[in-house]
């Protein structure tokens, strides 16, 4: 069965610097991999997904995300961050044999220091 | 266009309780599913349902059922509640059954706790 694992709950940043969050995956399969973003008192909306092709990935609001399969790695970059960046991201993973079930992460809290 | 649309947004439980979670789409999605979020755990998928008449487990199916009887419902029951069930719970849809050709698009939670 697939997993996902998000290293760090918790991750503040300065605005204007890097943001690096962290996700590795379990999957038996070639997986399809997603990154979520949760703003406060709302469901969640999809910020980028790989399903093939391309390892990297382009996603709205300036983030990014490349899948390394040796690593079985999916991290999510921005190169600058915004204080409109804080939020909880989530990162996701379906197997292709399976692409109905979706499972979530626990998610990383980003907070953006002025 | 509504999207989907969860009732209610908060609900108090006694233990033994029983009650049903609605979930609704205008968007003709064929798939949708129930998460529930807690601290620290991300979202669990609860059950799932492909299309009208179809519906399988998720991580957590203990304590809840479900049917999809029509495209655009998507009921979450909860029999007896217990603590344990108290939680943020999300229903989310999609075009396809094969996710990947297509975000979820999710509603805005319903906040249950049972005391």
């Known amino acids: 069965a697939q997993s996902v694992t998000q290293l760090g709950s918790h991750v503040s940043v300065s605005e204007g610097a890097l943001v690096l969050l962290r996700c590795n995956y379990s999957?038996?399969?070639?997986?399809?991999l997603f990154w979520y973003v949760q703003y406060p008192n709302q469901g969640l909306q999809l910020l980028l997904k790989y399903t093939t092709g391309a390892t990297l990935v382009k996603g709205i609001n300036g983030f990014e995300a490349e899948f390394k399969k040796s690593e079985t790695s999916f991290h999510l970059t921005k190169p600058s961050a915004h204080m409109s960046d804080a939020a909880e991201y989530f990162c996701a993973v379906s197997e292709t044999s399976s692409a109905s079930k979706i499972i979530f992460g626990s998610g990383t809290r980003l907070s953006i220091r002025p | 266009n509504a999207g989907v649309t969860q009732t209610p947004k908060f609900q108090v439980l006694k233990t033994g309780q029983s009650m049903t979670l609605q979930c609704a789409q205008d968007m003709n999605h064929e798939y949708m599913s129930w998460y529930r979020q807690d601290p620290g755990m991300g979202l669990r998928l609860i059950h799932y349902?492909?299309?009208?008449?179809?519906?399988d487990q998720g991580e957590v199916p203990n304590g809840y059922n479900v049917s999809r009887s029509t495209t655009e419902d998507f009921p979450l029951r909860l029999l007896s509640a217990a603590p344990s069930q108290t939680s943020v719970y999300f229903c989310?849809?999609?075009?396809?059954?094969?996710?990947?050709?297509?975000?979820?698009?999710f509603g805005n939670g319903t906040r249950l706790t049972v005391t």
């Open positions: 999957s038996s399969v070639p997986p399809y």
């Open positions: 349902s492909v299309g009208a008449g179809i519906t």
């Open positions: 989310a849809s999609s075009i396809t059954p094969s996710s990947y050709n297509s975000p979820l698009h």
